[in-house]
């Protein structure tokens, strides 16, 4: 997990989300990639004390759940 002020430092188009793999380097069956359009940080995150250094990361298109890729409640 990369904390939010990794985010804040450089242009978000540049990030690419890979979703379903736990291995960025190497391609897994099932695996999705999109790039990034937002980060939106929590309203009271302060860069100093980094409190509240958490966010969330719009995706440029949507998800679509597989096995890979799914929400672990």
Known sequence: M???YVF???SVS???VILGSHDI???QEGAVSRKAQAVLRHPSYN???FAYDYGI???QSPVTFN???MINL
């Open 2 to 4: 990369k904390q939010i």
């Open 8 to 10: 804040c430092s450089r």
């Open 14 to 16: 540049s990030y690419n």
């Open 25 to 27: 380097d190497n391609s």
């Open 47 to 49: 860069s100093r004390s």
């Open 57 to 59: 990361i719009r995706l």
């Open 67 to 69: 096995s890979k890729v």
